[in-house]
Structures are given as structure tokens and as C-alpha cells.
């Protein structure tokens, strides 16, 4: 499964980006899509995840409110969007998807994107 994600920029702090990320395939290793980050010298971290069969989402504490996930199955494509950016959102995005949304968390055989850079000055 290859995944391809686009829609990063550099914005100011209150603006809004989406994020999008399409995968090759639908298969049991895309039943779950969803989106990481990664600052500058800190760890990746889990942001959003959709699972495509139950309908449910979870998110990062940091971004609940602001960003949403969501999915087009028919495009096989998940989007995040992001408003109400913060400086502390600047980071690469990578989209991910595995068999559930947990597994994903775990980065238990994930599929994983190409990052994309999201940028938020102040």
C-alpha cells in the first residue's frame, strides 16, 4: 500500500490548512487512516485516526477541537483539517494507516506517507 499525502504550507497562527492523503489500495491495512507529526527534536506523535469500518476517530489531546479527520471512501483519501493553527503545530505531518486505529498508535505494521510540512508563524 502506498500512500500519498499533500497540503502542507506555511500559514499564520489562526489559519487553516487540510491536510489530504490518499491510499493505493483498500485493504485490511487501510481499514484504520490517520495522521502523525513530528517537531524538530521531539519524538513522532500520534495526532488523528479514522477507522473506516467502525466510523469512530480518535485524537490527540493537543488537537481535539481544532483538527478534524475524515475520509472519502470512494477516493480512498482521508483529509485532516486543521484550523485555528498554533505555533506549536509547526512540524512534518504523516499520513498512516494500519488495521485499527489502536495498532496504528502502536505503530504495529504500519503503512506510512511521505511527510508533508505544515509551518505556523506567529
Known amino acids: 500500500v502506498q500512500l500519498q499525502a499533500s497540503g502542507g504550507g506555511l500559514v499564520q497562527a489562526g489559519d487553516s490548512l487540510r491536510l489530504s492523503c490518499t491510499a493505493s489500495?483498500?485493504?485490511?491495512?487501510?481499514?484504520?487512516l490517520g495522521w502523525f507529526r513530528q517537531a524538530p527534536g521531539k519524538e513522532r506523535e500520534f495526532v488523528a485516526g479514522f477507522n473506516r469500518n467502525t466510523v469512530t476517530t480518535e485524537y490527540a489531546a493537543s488537537v481535539k477541537g481544532r483538527f478534524t479527520i475524515s475520509t472519502n471512501n470512494a477516493k480512498n483519501t482521508v483529509y485532516l483539517q486543521m484550523n485555528s493553527l498554533k505555533p506549536e503545530d509547526t512540524a512534518v505531518y504523516y499520513c498512516a494507516s494500519s488495521f485499527s486505529i489502536l495498532n496504528m498508535r502502536l505503530n504495529l505494521n504500519n503503512n506510512w506517507g511521505q511527510g508533508t510540512q505544515v509551518t505556523v508563524s506567529s
Open positions: 489500495e483498500r485493504t485490511y491495512t487501510t481499514n484504520a
